[in-house]
Each structure stands twice: as C-alpha cells, then as structure tokens.
T-cell receptor, first 114, second 111 residues
C-alpha cells in the first residue's frame, strides 16, 4: 500500500518568513495530493490540493509543488502569520480505483514566532 | 449547511463496553470515511463507504464495524472496547474520491 513520509515533524519560523514542509510517497499510482491544516481540538481542514497532471498550484500565500518523477511534493507558506500556527498534514490517494481513502503523513507542527 | 457532524465529542469507556460513534453529513456526499488519529501520528483509515449499503475495510478495521443505511449517516461501532482503541476519531465525506471534508472529531478514552 501507499506510504507517506513527512518532514520536518516540527518547524519554527519567524513571523513574516517562509515555511516549507516536504512529503514523499511510495505508490507511483497515487495522483491526488491534498494538504490539511489542523488546529488544536478541531478536525483537519483542506487548505490546498494538487493533482498529478499539474506541477504547481498557488492560492494567495500558499503554494504546493509536485515532482512525480521523484515522488515528492511540498507545501510553501510565504509571509507567515501567527494564525498559520497549527499542525499540517500531507496526504496521497489514488483516484478512480483500488482502496479509497487518504494515506496521511505524520504531520508537521508549525510554530510562528512573533 | 452544517457539513459533517459527529457525536459525542468526548467519551470514556470501560474495557469491554460497546458504543456507537455517530456521523452525519448534509452535503449529499456519496463517499464517507472513518479515520483514527493517535498522538503524534497521521490519520489512519478504519472503514469507508462509497454509497448507501456499501462499506469496505480500510487500513485498521479490526475491532470496529460500520453500516450505511442512508446517504447521510455512517455510524462506527465498537463492540468490545480495548485500551488500544483510545484515540481521536474523525469522520469525513466527499463528493468525489478526493476532496474530503472532516468533522470535528470524537475523543475516546478506554480505561
């Protein structure tokens, strides 16, 4: 089955700086890669996703890049703000066949230092 | 539009007790999922359903059962609670097989 590795487990950055979180996946058939943000005591919330026919996607201060050859994808947050502090999860899945559901990484605790 | 709702928010069980975690979505999504999240870990898929009357096992199904009699509801049943089932449980739903929307979770402790 799919295996998703996520690094780092904790990331501390100064407010206003950029943050990058990286994930690798094992199943070359995976073709959908979402990123979720989880605040304390809440369920994960989708912040951005990318499909395998696209190399990069941006949404304001957030961007995701995908390298299918290397089987890794990354989340980039620019101009970080205190409200960006949370746990971020990457995930992978294979649309259209096989077992359903997302395979998640273990999460990155992002801390924004004032 | 409430999205995905889960009840209860918290529950403490004794070993061997049983309970049902409720999940309801009002988005008319066909796909529904149950995940568990252990401390410092990502979410792991327990069971999923692609529509009413259809369910299938995920990565960690042992000790759990599900049913899907309606599009809206997808309850998760624990028959004989064990300490290893102490976790936070999340229900999710999706219109297609990718973008999933999560509920707020149920924090379960088995003592």
């Amino acid at each position: 089955g799919e295996n998703v590795e996520q690094h780092p487990s904790t990331l501390s950055v100064q407010e206003g700086d950029s943050a990058v979180i990286k994930c690798t996946y094992s199943d070359s058939a995976s073709n959908y890669f979402p990123w979720y943000k989880q605040e304390l005591g809440k369920g994960p919330q989708l912040i951005i996703d990318i499909r395998s026919n696209v190399g990069e996607k941006k949404d304001q201060r957030i961007a995701v890049t995908l390298n299918k050859t290397a089987k890794h994808f990354s989340l980039h947050i620019t101009e970080t703000q205190p409200e960006d502090s949370a746990v971020y999860f990457c995930a992978a899945s294979r649309r259209g066949g096989g077992a359903d559901g997302l395979t998640f990484g273990k999460g990155t605790h992002l801390i924004i230092q004032p | 539009n409430a999205g995905v709702t889960q009840t209860p928010k918290f529950r403490i069980l004794k070993i061997g007790q049983s309970m049902t975690l409720q999940c309801t979505q009002d988005m008319n999504h066909n796909y529904m999922y149950w995940y568990r999240q252990d401390p410092g870990m990502g979410l792991k898929l327990i069971y999923y359903s692609v529509g009413a009357g259809i369910t299938d096992k995920g990565e960690v199904p042992n000790g759990y059962n599900v049913s899907r009699s309606t599009t809206e509801d997808f309850p998760l049943r624990l028959e004989l609670a064990a300490p290893s089932q102490t976790s936070v449980y999340f229900c999710a739903s999706s219109w297609t097989r990718d973008t999933q929307y999560f509920g707020p979770g149920t924090r379960l402790t088995v003592l």
